[in-house]
Structures are given as C-alpha cells and as structure tokens.
C-alpha cells in the first residue's frame, strides 16, 4: 500500500502564500507522476497541478502564474507553492502519486486532504 500525507494547509488572508507538502510511503518502486487537486462538496474535482519523475509540468488555468509545483525524488515528496491565493481557492486540497509498486504492479493512490482557507 502506498500512503500519502499532505500537510502545509491552513488559513490565510487573501493576497497571501501557503506551502503544501506530501510525503509518499509504503512499497514503491517508482513514482511516475504527482500532482494536486482540489474538490468542494458537491463539485467536481480539478486538477490543480502535476510533475512527472523528469519535471514535465502542467497547471490548471485557474492557478497558472500564482502556484507552483515541484517534487524531491529522493525523498519521494511533492511540493504546491501558492502565491496570491484568492478566496475562490478555498477548499480541500488532495495529493495524487501513480506510479510502479513492482514489475507487475502499478499504485494510484490519494491523501487524505488538508484544508485551504482564504479570508478577504
């Protein structure tokens, strides 16, 4: 099983920056992609932003310019840096990684969210 732990969420004043942090664990053997999403109760989820193993990298339109991601292989973690964050980005964020667990064997798995508020 592979388990990711999100943390870096909190509450924030419009205008202001919030680090996101996700550590994967469990039995993996490579991490092709991680990447971020976020979902409000009774929307549909959207894919925030998503880095491969060698740094290919997309955003969604509604974070373009303000968010970055990166990612620390060695330390099989992913990073959302979030600037100029806007109360429309308020709700749950979620960490993906996919990826091989063996030869055979391949993981998608989720976190569990941490919470973004932006107060105006």
């Known amino acids: 099983q592979v388990q990711l732990v999100e943390s870096g969420g909190g509450l924030v004043q419009a205008g202001g920056s919030l680090r996101l942090s996700c550590a994967a664990s469990g039995t993996i053997f490579s991490i092709n992609t991680m990447g971020w999403a976020r979902q409000a109760p009774g929307n549909e989820r959207e894919l925030v932003a998503a880095?491969?193993?060698?740094?290919?990298?997309m955003y969604a339109d509604s974070v373009k310019g303000r968010f970055t991601i990166s990612r620390d292989n060695a330390k099989n973690t992913v990073y959302l840096q979030m600037n100029s964050l806007k109360a429309e980005d308020t709700t749950v964020y979620y960490c993906?990684?996919?990826?091989?667990?063996?030869?055979?064997?391949?993981?998608?798995?989720w976190g569990h969210g941490t919470q973004v508020t932006v107060s105006s």
């Open positions: 993906n990684a996919r990826g091989r667990a063996g030869v055979t064997s391949t993981f998608d798995s």
């Open positions: 880095i491969t193993s060698v740094g290919n990298i």
